[in-house]
């Protein structure tokens, strides 16, 4: 069974970094678009980053731009997700998963993976 693993997340302090690592157990990404999304205690879940199999085309939502990256490793069947300037509204638990347009498309995965928490004190 296929199953998106996230991991990297953890506390750190205002200003501070982390790197997001995501791996779909069980099969490979293929030539999918990956994103990751975010969801802060009371919200919805929400896109934050996306980047195409060829890693040329990237997106990125208002609230990261500038301060977070993202890449992937197709030999290593990984996507990352590198956070610099964190803040403490950026206080969620992350997740991947691959994307159609600007949406999640858990089809493919078939589900949502844990995700990883990662909060940030000020």
């Known amino acids: 069974q296929v199953q998106l693993v996230e991991s990297g997340g953890g506390l750190v302090q205002a200003g501070g970094s982390l790197i997001l690592s995501c791996i779909p157990s069980?099969?490979?990404?293929?030539?999918?678009?990956m994103g990751w999304f975010r969801r802060a205690p009371g919200k919805e879940r929400e896109v934050i980053a996306t980047i195409t199999w060829t890693g040329l085309i990237t997106y990125y939502a208002d609230s990261v731009k500038g301060r977070f990256t993202i890449s992937r490793d197709n030999a290593k069947n990984t996507v990352y997700l590198q956070m610099n300037s964190l803040k403490p509204e950026d206080t969620a638990v992350y997740y991947c998963?691959?994307?159609?347009?600007?949406?999640?498309?858990?089809?493919?995965?078939?589900?949502w993976g844990q995700g990883t928490q990662v909060t940030v004190s000020s």
């Open positions: 998963n691959a994307v159609t347009g600007r949406q999640a498309n858990p089809a493919i995965f078939g589900s």
């Open positions: 069980g099969r490979t990404l293929d030539t999918h678009t």
